[in-house]
C-alpha cells in the first residue's frame, strides 16, 4: 500500500490504547486515502482483539452525524 508511516502510526496509537482512551483523527485532502487508511485502522484494531464500534452517516452532508453514535452505545455490553 506504500503507507509505512502511517501504519506505524496506527500501530503506536493501537498500542498505546493499553495505556488508556485516546482518539486518532485522519485527515486530508479528498482522493488521498483517508478511508482506507480508517478501514486499515479498524482491520489491524479487530486483529489485537479490540472491541469495533464503527458508523458511517448516509450521506456526508448529513448535519447531524453522531446520532448513529446513539444507537453504537446502547449496544455497548456491560462488562
Not at 14 to 30: F, I, N, Q, R, S
Not at 36 to 44: C, G
Amino acid at each position: 500500500m506504500g503507507r509505512g508511516p502511517e501504519l506505524a502510526t496506527v500501530d503506536d496509537f493501537l498500542d498505546g490504547l493499553l495505556d488508556g482512551a485516546a482518539a486518532l483523527m485522519v485527515t486530508g485532502a479528498a482522493g488521498i486515502g483517508k478511508t482506507t487508511m480508517w478501514k486499515e485502522t479498524l482491520a489491524a484494531a479487530r486483529e489485537r482483539s479490540y472491541l469495533v464500534l464503527s458508523t458511517r452517516p448516509a450521506s456526508p452532508r448529513r448535519s447531524c452525524r453522531s446520532v448513529a453514535w446513539g444507537t453504537c452505545s446502547t449496544t455497548l455490553p456491560t462488562t
